[in-house]
């Protein structure tokens, strides 16, 4: 059984940097495409970022420049490092992957940036 768990989401000032974490349990990273999605009040939830078992990455064109994924696997923990954060970017972030043909999400951690 797959399971992820995000942390790392709080509260900063727009400008401010946060980094979140998915640990991962029931699949290895290494051989799974990950991504980070995020859903603001009254919006759709929305593509962020993506990384494959190469590690190559891609990210929506809100975000280029700003976050950065990357793994860790020997931990089997993927994460998004978000810098040069925006009020707009106030949502909760969601941790997913595909595995034998199901999709699992996470519980999503608040990210909220101040003006």
């Known amino acids: 059984q797959v399971q992820l768990v995000e942390s790392g989401g709080g509260l900063v000032q727009a400008g401010g940097s946060l980094r979140l974490s998915c640990a991962t349990s029931?699949?290895?990273?290494?051989?799974?495409?990950m991504a980070w999605f995020r859903q603001a009040p009254g919006k759709q939830r929305e593509f962020v970022a993506s990384i494959n078992g190469l590690g190559f990455g891609g990210y929506a064109d809100s975000v280029k420049g700003r976050f950065t994924i990357f793994t860790d696997n020997f931990k089997n923990t993927v994460f998004l490092e978000m810098t040069s954060l925006k009020p707009e970017d106030t949502a909760v972030y969601y941790c997913?992957?595909?595995?034998?043909?199901?999709?699992?999400w996470g519980q999503g951690t608040q990210v909220t940036v101040s003006s």
């Open positions: 997913t992957t595909e595995s034998r043909g199901v999709r699992s």
């Open positions: 029931g699949i290895s990273i290494s051989d799974n495409d």
